[in-house]
């Protein structure tokens, strides 16, 4: 079955940098979409990125727009999400998630079927 394991997160200062990994296993990585997604305390779980299969298009939130870099290694079944200058607004649980079907891709939580257990991000100010 289709598996994601998220690593990475910890305790940052604001204005610094965190890089997360997910990696996937169980079926062909490089055939489907990845996204990240976050929930914060008391929020609903919101789109933070995404990045297609087959030419690694990229979209963004608005909050994390030329702040966040989202990219994949194909070859290591794995997506990351790098995140420079970090807000405490940024704290969060951060899960990556991957579509059902090759085709998926998207900003919303219902494009994605397959999710991670999620990794804690606290920016401390």
Known sequence: QVQLKESGGGLVQAGGSLRLSCAASGRTFSDYAMGWFRQAPGKEREFVAAISQ????TVYSDSVKGRFTISRDNAKNTVYLQMNSLKPDDTAVYYCASPLYRWGWG?????YAYWGQGTQVTVSS
């Open 54 to 57: 087959t030419y690694g298009n």
């Open 107 to 111: 900003t919303a939580e219902t494009d």
